[in-house]
């Protein structure tokens, strides 16, 4: 387990915001800046798909990104790049299924947080057995931020895993906007992650507080 407990990765769930240089038209830093401003509770750094940023370049972005987490004190999480994470000490990393095996990883990362995609019961059981201190489920609703997803799935699966007993934090993941976020709470998940709604909108800062508005109006 990570060095947070699970009350306080469900806190930093609330609002999680992910974005790597190809999710935004604007300068990453700019935009993270706005999101910390408006609100966000934890980041992701997912550098990936078309044109994503590799080798130093990619190093240089998520030191620049992360420093900002840390002024901020948002802890700051690398997508699927294990190597990165450790190499930069950052506060935890995020895999899927095709990614490193999760229990590998824990092995690696010691107490950093450690959040794992899952699509189904069983997937869920390897990884909350595998020391997961939160799980991805999605996509949720339809999204164009990537490309492989697996079937959209609604809040159902959230649904399921709750009314199995499911006790570990759950962030949703998938197209989520401020229209559809808090029916992803009501469905028991702590709080929502997205990219496009806050990296592409138009006042990122803005969107950033109708998200969150719409995550805390529904906390239980
Ligand atoms: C990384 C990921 N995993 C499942 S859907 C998705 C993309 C989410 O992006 P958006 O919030 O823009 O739909
Ligand atoms: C695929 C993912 C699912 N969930 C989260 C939180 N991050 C991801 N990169
Ligand atoms: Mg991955």
Redesign the pocket.
Known sequence: MSEFDSKRIEELLTLYF?MGSTNCDRDPVYVLEQAIEGGITLFQY?EKGRGALEGKQKVKLAEKLQKICKDASIPFIVNDDVDLALTIDADGVHVGQEDECARAVRERIGNKILGI?THTLSEAHHAIADGADYLGL??IYP?Q??ED?EKVQGTELIQNFRELNITTPIVG????TSSNANKVIQAGGNGVS????IAAAENVKQATEQLKKQVDKNVV
Request: net charge positive; hydrophobic share 35%.
């Open positions: 992910i997912r995609s999605g996509p999204t931020s990537k997803t993941i998938g197209g989520i997205v990219i496009s709604a």
